[in-house]
């Protein structure tokens, strides 16, 4: 592998999905370096969420491949492969709409996603051990949700159950995360917090963002890729794209920034 490519952790390979003899993607073609933040960004119906899908192989692309390179392992082609095979390869992914469970406290949340997929017979069974906790707690301490960790997640503020759910990400140790929209729905302040959440969080893993409030993308990203009707418009640092006429007639034009 060149030099330049070590620092890789993520290869979008000319990826296009045809739904019904309609072009969502077309050749997109992106390279995610390590230990960044990327935001993908666009108007409604660019595709970002397609392409998050296509990533953690919840949709097919009808032609392109994506690899993955994790550190110290050989590569490896999420294109095709099984969603819950991708986790365990390393790839986390926070949906929009939250799935804690409201009824256990934060600390039993944060056990079963421990567990993966087998959590709920496996907790009943093993209690978690000293190492694992010890874990869990430096993570929500990363969310600042340490102090909250023996009460019901579904007594968290908004904010703090996005927060919890990026905290069940990390314990699986991902090498790659993805988030769909985080701040939706959250005031200024939670916002910026969950930026400075992300900064940190990209010292252990790389992390792939889609989001509107540009506020936010300011504050956060690494590098932005602009989609626009499913096809790359620009790529770069975020000062530089937000500055393109182009990009700035995309957004005027279709009214995608809220
Ligand atoms: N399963 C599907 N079948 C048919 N068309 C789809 C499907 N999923 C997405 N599309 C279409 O593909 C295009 C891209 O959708 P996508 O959800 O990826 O956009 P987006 O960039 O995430 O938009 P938003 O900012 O509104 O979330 C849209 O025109 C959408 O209607
Ligand atoms: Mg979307």
Same mark, same amino acid.
């Given at each position: 592998?060149?030099?330049?490519?070590?620092?890789?952790?993520?290869?979008?390979?000319?990826?296009?999905?045809?739904?019904?003899?309609?072009?969502?993607?077309?050749?997109?073609?992106?390279?995610?370096?390590?230990?960044?933040?990327?935001?993908?960004?666009?108007?409604?119906?660019?595709?970002?969420?397609?392409?998050?899908?296509?990533?953690?192989?919840?949709?097919?692309?009808?032609?392109?491949?994506?690899?993955?390179?994790?550190?110290?392992?050989?590569?490896?082609?999420?294109?095709?492969?099984?969603?819950?095979?991708?986790?365990?390869?390393?790839?986390?992914?926070?949906?929009? #709409?939250?799935? @804690?469970?409201?009824?256990? %406290? !934060?600390?039993?949340?944060?056990?079963?996603?421990?567990? =993966?997929?087998? /959590?709920?017979?496996?907790?009943?069974?093993?209690?978690?051990?000293?190492?694992?906790?010890?874990?869990?707690?430096?993570?929500?301490?990363?969310?600042?949700?340490?102090?909250?960790?023996?009460?019901?997640?579904?007594?968290?503020?908004?904010?703090?159950?996005?927060?919890?759910?990026?905290?069940?990400?990390?314990?699986?140790?991902?090498?790659?995360?993805?988030?769909?929209?985080?701040?939706?729905?959250?005031?200024?302040?939670?916002?910026?917090?969950?930026?400075?959440?992300?900064?940190?969080?990209?010292?252990?893993?790389?992390?792939?963002?889609?989001?509107?409030?540009?506020?936010? #993308?300011?504050? @956060?990203?690494?590098?932005? %890729? !602009?989609?626009?009707?499913?096809?790359?418009?620009?790529? =770069?640092?975020? /000062?530089?794209?937000?500055?393109?006429?182009?990009?700035?007639?995309?957004?005027?034009?279709?009214?995608?920034?809220?």
């Amino acid at each position: 592998m060149p030099q330049s490519e070590q620092n890789i952790v993520l290869k979008i390979n000319s990826v296009s999905v045809v739904f019904d003899g309609f072009f969502a993607l077309t050749e997109v073609d992106i390279a995610v370096e390590r230990h960044t933040i990327r935001f993908f960004i666009g108007p409604n119906g660019a595709g970002k969420t397609t392409l998050l899908d296509i990533i953690c192989a919840k949709t097919k692309p009808t032609s392109g491949t994506v690899q993955f390179f994790p550190v110290g392992r050989a590569p490896v082609r999420l294109t095709g492969m099984k969603e819950h095979r991708i986790v365990t390869e390393g790839v986390g992914r926070k949906f929009q #709409v939250p799935s @804690v469970f409201v009824n256990l %406290t !934060v600390m039993d949340n944060m056990v079963l996603s421990l567990r =993966g997929h087998k /959590g709920v017979i496996d907790s009943i069974f093993h209690r978690p051990s000293k190492a694992d906790i010890e874990d869990i707690e430096r993570i929500l301490e990363r969310v600042d949700l340490r102090d909250r960790r023996d009460v019901k997640a579904g007594t968290l503020a908004h904010g703090e159950k996005q927060w919890l759910e990026i905290a069940m990400q990390l314990v699986q140790k991902p090498e790659l995360i993805m988030l769909d929209e985080p701040a939706a729905g959250m005031g200024k302040s939670e916002t910026f917090k969950t930026g400075e959440i992300l900064r940190e969080i990209k010292k252990e893993c790389s992390v792939i963002v889609v989001e509107h409030d540009m506020e936010f #993308v300011k504050q @956060v990203a690494d590098m932005v %890729t !602009v989609l626009h009707e499913g096809k790359v418009l620009m790529e =770069g640092q975020v /000062g530089d794209v937000l500055a393109d006429k182009t990009v700035q007639a995309v957004y005027l034009g279709r009214g995608g920034e809220r």
